[in-house]
T-cell receptor, first 106, second 113 residues
């Protein structure tokens, strides 16, 4: 079993929709969780960083961590075409999801 | 604020040729530095990391090597490229504790022909 699992998509939604991106993990020792956004031909950009279970909100983005289920989510409200990118979850320097490709259509 | 620079952005090299990719970080001192490779459908693979000048940890035995000749400079090298070395190479830095997040450069797209 891989330590981090992430559905690669692609996920296509209309503009304004709420997007839910998810990762599961197997190692209960993971303590901090990150979401990165990666545009085509660019490096990943840190979006959210959380260190505990619960929710963290930043503008249109909400990161949710459920350590009991080993499940993390990223919600994007009022999605925009500029949100079209690949979203990667990460639990450590060594453990990244493969990324979910998101397309928001006007 | 800190910035990270990686170059070149794209590179096409023949099999058997040498490689040198450079990464520099500005606006901080003594960062942890990282090299990753990102292959399509395979996610990010940590290749090397460094906690200080001259200190290199290799995560994956391979055809590549890394060096850190200066505090904010990290170099990825190869003496002879293989076709399998093609990929998207990313440099990253981290400040503070082990639990701090990574900050990535914009990568080098390497194609070995």
């Amino acid at each position: 079993q891989k330590e981090v699992e992430q559905d690669p998509g692609p996920l296509s939604v209309p503009e304004g929709a709420i997007v839910s991106l998810n990762c599961t993990y197997s190692n209960s020792a993971f303590q901090y969780f990150m979401w990165y956004r990666q545009y085509s031909r660019k490096g990943p950009e840190l979006l959210m960083y959380t260190y505990s279970s619960g929710n963290k909100e930043d503008g249109r983005f909400t990161a949710q961590v459920d350590k009991s289920s080993k499940y993390i989510s990223l919600f994007i409200r009022d999605s925009q075409p500029s949100d079209s990118a690949t979203y990667l979850c990460a639990m450590s320097d060594h453990n990244f999801g493969k990324g979910t490709s998101l397309l928001v259509t006007p | 604020s800190q910035t990270i620079h990686q170059w070149p952005a794209t590179l096409v090299q023949p099999v058997g040729s040498p490689l040198s990719l450079e990464c520099t970080v500005e606006g901080t001192s003594n960062p942890n530095l990282y090299w990753y490779r990102q292959a399509a459908g395979r996610g990010l693979q940590l290749l090397f990391y460094s906690v200080g000048i001259g200190q290199i940890s290799s995560e994956v035995p391979q055809n590549l090597s890394a060096s850190r000749p200066q505090d904010r400079q990290f170099i990825l090298s190869s003496k002879k490229l293989l076709l399998s070395d093609s990929g998207f190479y990313l440099c990253a830095y981290k400040l503070g504790t082990e639990n701090s997040p990574l900050h990535f450069g914009n990568g080098t797209r390497l194609t070995v022909t």
